[in-house]
Structure formats: C-alpha cells, structure tokens
C-alpha cells in the first residue's frame, strides 16, 4: 500500500535506513573482531609453541628433557583444553613430554595430506580432547640435534573460551547499538517532525480557509515553502476577483431584465384578459427561466471554490421562523446534526433550495413539515486520495405525497402536476440543477409522515484543523 503522508514517508525511509546501518555496522564490527580474535589466538598458540620448542632438549640419557613455564594455570589444570605436547619422531626412543592439563591422555593426529604445512612448516587445525572441548591446534616437526632426531611439537588452545570471549562481546555491542539506535531514531523522528512541522502548519491554515475561519494562508513560514504560501494566497485572492467579478456581471444582467420584463407584465395588463394572462404566464416562465440560468451562471463562477462556504444552522433557522409567520397552522420542526454543519456552497444558493421545497412542503402539509440536516460522512477515496464529506438536507410533510412516476415527472423542468395551484412548475428543477452544480444529488420518496419527503446530499466541509 502506496503511504501518501510526507511525514510517515520520511519516518519510515528514515527508520528503515538506520536500522539496515545499525545492523550492517553490528556484522562488520562482530566480523571485526572475530577476525581479529581469531588472529591474536593463532598468535598465542604460536609464541606458546615455541616457548616449548625453547624448552625442550634431549638429555645425556637420550630421552627428552625439559619444562616449558608457559604463565598460564590453564595448562596445570586438567581438561582445559590448553596442553602441549612433545613426541619423539622416527627411531628416537624417547617418552613424549605432556603438560600436566593433558596428563596421560592423547590427541588423535591428522595426516598431513589431509592437513599439510604451510611454508614455515607449521600447521593448524582443530579437534575434540576427551574432555569434549573443542580445540586449536599449532603444530610443527624440529630437529633437535646433529643426530636428526626429531620431535613432533603441539600447543593447543581451548577454541569454546574464544567463542564465549566473543558472545560475551557481541552481547554488548548489539546492547550498545540498540539503546544507540533507539536514542537515534527517537532524536531523528523529532529532528524530522520538527523540519516538517511547517507543513503541518500550512495545512491547517488551508484547513482553515476551507473551513471559512480565514481568508488565506496565515503563519510564520520558512524561505522553503514561503513562494508556495505567497502562490497559494495569490490564487485566492485571484479566484475571489473571479467570481466576484461573475456576481457582478450576473447582478448587471438581472438589473438589465428586470425592468424590460416588468415593463411586458404591466402591458399585459391592458390586454384582453385571455391575451393578458398568456403574455404574463409567458412572462413569468421567462422570469423563472432567467433567474434559473443567472443563477446556475452564478454557481459555476463560484463552483469548487474554497471561499462558498455557509453555516446551515443560521440559514435554515430563519427560513423556518419565516415559514411559521407564513403558515401558522402549520407546525414546523428542525433538526441538526452536528451543531455547527456547514456546506461547500452559498447562503443564498442553500435559501434557494431549501426555500423551493419548504414552500412546496407547506403548500401541501396536512399539518407538519420536518426539516433536517445531518452529516453522512464521507465517499470512499477518490483516485487523489482525497474524500468528499456529504450532508443530507431533508423535507417532509404529512401531505398527499406523490407517486413514484409522479415524483420523477415533477422533476422536469417547467411540469406541473397540480394546475390548480400557482406556480410556475420550475421549483423542483431549479432545486435540482443546483444540487448537480455542486456535484450533489435530489431525489424525492415517500416520507415517514406520509407525504413527500426530499432529501438533498450537499457537500460539507470538513474541519481537519479540529483533529491536528
């Protein structure tokens, strides 16, 4: 799964480096020092080896004489693992001299096919004592007098002591490395917390902004991410003079028809009554239509911008207090859930629809009409990761209702199913193209009460900043 945090990013390449140079730091060092251990040991044996060799002579009786004083216990003690040993080679009849470690027991031979010397007529190789102890042997073959008699040199050490010299070593890097690697991921998460903490902060002041808490990007930002602030506010404010300008230019197209359709409904006034009422249906429609299109005009000026924010619980609240002056025999109720909801778009754009079907919904009611406004979350993640966070409107009344057939026939533009009732049959397309605008959906279904229900998905903004 592909980590779309910067900070959780850098954390783990971070951490995941440290840890591949700690471990590789802890092999090389432990291979180090076994190299070097195991060095020093040959060198051991091999000074020890010829400490004895120096020792040993042949006395006047033709036997093998001499102590070696090698200034180790270890060969005094039995089963160690460290002995010397001297035997006689060829037709020298002589006793093999041994150290009192090893006492009368033996250490099997290799052949030397199996194990040659090395240039200096030397060898080394391992083998098990009686004991079970594993050992390193040094050996080599002297000619101790003009008669050339020989004798077969060994010195061996105890190779279980080197192993536990360098567990014991191992055991306390791997410790040092740990608590060092642990001290150093903790120092680097916060060195890189620290250096990307101005990015946390840009987001929330974007946040913010979104949020409708600011008008741009606010904050102390480094010479880094400084242009890319400088940027951000330069496009909103750009984006601001847009669709202030659209409004602008929407408000000046509606003054400019304002009074020519006014004109057109007085003069029909002077006509015939069946000629009047055509040209003032005509008028109206074209009213409806030109209010319908400046608007939409309007919205897509505005569409996506982080500047078209609203706070549902004002606008609904006045328009139902209106609505109980209008209607007082009819009780209306509102609900909001979270307190505080707000939606991506315009007061004026939220009155339009919302006012659209509270009329409707009181022009038909029985008795009561619902208002409701609750989140609903968020979609699943789109393919930038980003998530659209809804909220439900909703309008219902205890009227007749309509039918299935009847509720998507009222949808269109310009039907009408009641003509006995004023209107001129826009409300519910108008409500719905708007809701499209702002990539929301409107449908209409049969109400808990037993009317109409309209439910209305708008997007809402989310308050992020509230989260960290």
């Known amino acids: 799964m592909r980590i779309r945090s910067l900070t959780e990013r850098v954390l783990l390449l971070a951490t995941l480096w440290s840890a591949v140079a700690l471990i590789t730091i ?10 070097g251990a195991e060095r020093s040991f040959n060198h051991l044996l091999h000074a020890q080896l010829f400490n004895v060799i120096n020792s040993i002579t042949i006395g006047d009786d033709g036997n093998l004489n001499g102590s ?39 250490l099997p031979v290799p052949s030397v096919a199996e194990i ?27 000619v101790l007098d003009n008669s050339d008699q020989a004798a077969r040199f060994r010195v061996t050490g105890n190779l279980n002591e080197l192993e536990g010299e360098i567990a014991r070593f191992e055991r306390r890097l791997y410790i040092a490395l740990a608590v060092f690697g642990i001290v150093g991921l903790a120092l680097n998460a916060f060195g890189i917390l620290s250096g990307l903490r101005p990015l946390k902060d840009a987001k929330q002041a974007l946040e913010r902004i979104r949020a ?18 400088n940027e951000v506010n330069a496009l909103i404010d750009s984006n601001r003079r847009i669709v202030d300008r659209a409004r ?7 003054h400019s028809l304002k009074t020519p359709i006014a004109v057109l409904i007085n ?17 109206d429609a074209m009213q409806a239509q030109v209010t319908s299109y400046l608007n939409r005009a309007r919205i897509a000026a505005q569409q996506g911008s982080v500047l078209a924010r609203c706070e549902v619980a004002p606008v609904l609240e006045r328009m139902v207090r209106v609505m109980r002056k209008l209607n007082p025999a009819t009780e209306f109720t509102l609900h909001i859930d979270p307190p505080g909801l707000m939606l991506a778009l315009e007061a004026q754009d939220l009155e339009e629809t919302v006012g659209n079907l509270l009329e409707n919904a009181a022009r038909y009611a029985e008795g009561r009409v619902s208002v409701s406004a609750v989140a609903e979350g968020s979609q699943e993640p789109a393919a930038d990761g980003t998530r659209r966070h809804l909220v439900m409107v909703t309008v219902e009344d205890d009227g007749p209702g309509l039918e299935p ?51 209305l998905l708008l997007p809402g903004v989310t308050r992020e900043t509230q989260r960290g």
């Not at 070696?68 to 160690?80: H, I, R, V, Y």
């Not at 240039?119 to 040094?138: C, H, P, S």
């Not at 602008?248 to 509606?254: D, I, K, R, T």
């Open 26 to 35: 802890a092999i090389v060092i432990s291979a180090l020092y076994r190299q």
């Open 68 to 106: 070696p004083e090698l200034g180790d216990l270890k060969f005094s003690q039995p089963a160690t693992g460290f002995y010397w040993l001297v035997e006689p080679l060829g037709s020298f009849a002589s006793v093999r001299l041994t150290s009192t470690s090893l006492g009368v027991n033996s």
């Open 116 to 142: 040659p010397f090395d240039e200096n007529y030397e060898r080394f190789y391992e083998l098990r004592d009686y004991a079970g102890n594993r050992l390193r042997v040094d050996e080599t073959e002297v």
């Open 212 to 229: 409708g808490a600011a008008n741009e990007l606010e904050g102390n930002f480094p010479r880094e991410i400084l242009p890319l602030v």
């Open 248 to 254: 602008m230019q929407v408000g000046n197209l509606a």
């Open 267 to 283: 003069e029909a006034r002077t006509l015939p009554p069946e000629q009047g009422q055509l040209v003032r249906s005509q008028t």
């Open 405 to 455: 057939h009847q509720a998507a026939e009222a949808m269109k533009r310009g039907r009408r199913l009641d003509e006995t009732r004023p209107g001129s049959g826009l409300g519910l397309s108008i409500v719905k193209e708007i809701s499209l605008e702002y990539q929301g959906s409107f449908e209409l279904d049969r109400s808990r009460m037993g009317g109409l229900r309209a439910r």
